[in-house]
């Protein structure tokens, strides 16, 4: 069989190899370097792979790279000692962009040539994600009415005689896919939890007319059948001032805001969530934001406690269900801006690698592990060299695909650049941090485009936290620059 020609082929012109699925490529031809296009199956595709000149360094396969007359492929560099990819094309200039214009005036053309408009054919239903726009010097802060708890209600319920008899209710949309407890627990606040499990074990609470389980998932317009219910009316709310103190901060890091979603600007050293020994965190302070339907905003992804910038917040329960199922396709776009030492080469990639957890006495981390190793995850980054001083730091934009635990921090330190400031993951031995730049994490959820629950789109972009600024001001970066990432492929 000869080598890179003569394999047997599979459907979406991919060729069956050995090891990890073929990096930048998947079953019906999937966008990506050295694949075929969607709808571009077999040696077309491939062709068109070729012709971007992508350059390889994958460590989930072994493959190979030679054509059939067992010469190179022109524009294909293999490079088996990294897992990096290069996106430039093969005369060395940046793809051209893909990302939607401004539609111009009658009888003109863009400056810049579409990616469409190159005659490549574009996946049915595909839409680009991100929409280029003018850079904001500064945070857009939406002002938002501060929402309350409301207790009144609460006290209402319980002395509503209504709940002293049968009642029947309706499942709203909000409520949609709602457990059978969780939704007794939001319309009765002052049903205790043992009463929720008795009236359900029981069957005394029917779904439609049958029983039901405590876990049970709900759909819009099913009829709920209540028993006569035994309240008690909720404690007062302590921590008044320090509620107010909350809801003010939460309003000062507040980049956008709706009835559905807020977008957070996180501080670095604030945990998202709650753990040993850490009783200050942002999920417990949206509870000052539960409105009065009691609805309480709950978080739609993480970041790590010494990561600043974007957090996605669901402010109810429809918002949260429609963010996660876009989370889970991946249809969400996240860009990283990080600072490292020396220069990336190439100075734009792709990284390709499985991480897996790994426990020690005192603390876990992430590593780098082989395909097929228990708990080992797919993990894929893209990046770009934005700018660099001295070829001794390089401002990298990262744009991740996948959103493994530790991600971007385990994957660039594994091409030997890790991230300026991380005490977890900086390994490079006798390196002196530069005079005037802070030894913290230099990492930045700088921007997230996700569609918005009720249609529409959510583009919100961070600013630089303090710490990231004085050293961009150091180093003489300009965080106007054009972001090179943007011009990335899709996957």
């Known amino acids: 069989m000869k080598r890179g020609g003569g394999g047997p082929r599979q459907p979406g012109g991919g060729r069956k190899e050995s090891g990890a699925r073929r990096s930048g490529s998947r079953p019906g031809g999937g966008p990506g370097f050295g694949g075929a296009r969607p709808g571009g199956g077999g040696r077309k595709g491939a062709r068109a792979g070729q012709k971007s000149g992508f350059r390889s360094r994958d460590d989930d396969a072994g493959k190979s790279s030679g054509s059939r007359d067992g010469a190179p492929k022109r524009g ?24 939607p214009r401004a539609a111009e005036p009658e009888g003109e053309t863009s400056e810049r040539e579409s990616y469409f408009e190159k005659g490549r054919s574009a996946p049915r ?24 708890f409301d207790e009144e209600r609460a006290k209402a319920v319980a002395a509503d005689p ?52 405590p876990k049970s998932r709900l759909e819009s317009g099913q009829s709920i059948r209540i028993p006569p219910l035994k309240l008690d009316a909720p404690p007062p709310r302590v921590g008044g001032e320090r509620d107010e103190e ?50 309480r905003p ?40 990080a600072l490292v030492p ?26 780098v592990a082989k395909h097929g190793e228990d708990g080992a995850m797919h993990a894929v980054t893209y990046y770009a060299v934005v700018e660099t001083a001295a070829a001794k730091l390089a ?3 990262l744009k991740p695909v996948t959103g493994r635990t530790h991600q971007l921090r385990v994957q660039l330190a594994h091409i030997e650049h890790p991230i300026v400031g991380d005490p977890k993951y900086f390994s490079i031995e006798n390196w002196e941090m530069p005079g005037g730049i802070q030894n913290k994490l230099h990492l930045l959820a700088r921007r997230i485009a996700v569609p918005h629950p009720r249609g529409g789109e959510i583009d919100v972009t961070a600013p630089l936290p303090p710490h990231m600024l004085q050293s961009w001001n150091l180093l003489g970066f300009d965080a106007k620059r054009y972001d090179p990432i943007e011009d990335s492929p899709e996957e």
């Open 76 to 99: 294909f560099r293999p490079r088996d000692d990294k897992a990096v990819k290069s996106f430039r094309s093969r005369d060395g200039a940046p793809r051209k962009s893909f990302r």
């Open 125 to 148: 239903g595909h839409k680009p994600r991100f929409v280029e726009r003018r850079e904001r010097s500064e945070p857009v802060v939406v002002e938002a009415p501060a929402r309350k």
């Open 162 to 213: 209504a709940n002293n008899k049968v009642q029947t209710v309706t499942v709203s949309a909000d409520e949609n896919g709602m457990r059978v407890d969780r939704f007794l627990e939001s319309r009765f606040p002052g049903l205790s939890f043992s009463h929720i499990q008795r009236i359900i074990r029981k069957g005394e609470l029917r779904v439609n007319g049958k029983r039901s389980e």
């Open 246 to 295: 909350t809801r003010a901060f939460l309003k000062s890091i507040t980049l956008h805001e709706d009835d559905d979603v807020m977008v957070l600007n996180k501080p670095m050293g604030l945990s998202v969530q709650g753990g040993s020994g850490t009783t200050r965190h942002i999920d417990g302070m949206l509870g000052v934001l539960t409105d009065r339907a009691g609805q």
């Open 298 to 337: 709950r978080l739609v992804h993480r970041l790590d406690k010494d990561t600043a910038g974007c957090l996605l917040v669901a402010k109810n329960r429809f918002s949260a269900a429609a963010l996660a199922k876009t989370f889970r396709s991946r249809t969400a776009r996240k860009i990283y801006w």
């Open 342 to 367: 020396n220069v990336p080469k190439p100075k734009q990639g792709r990284i390709s690698t499985y991480l897996a957890k790994e426990e020690r006495e005192d603390d876990s981390f992430m590593r």
């Open 395 to 397: 401002w990298l934009s």
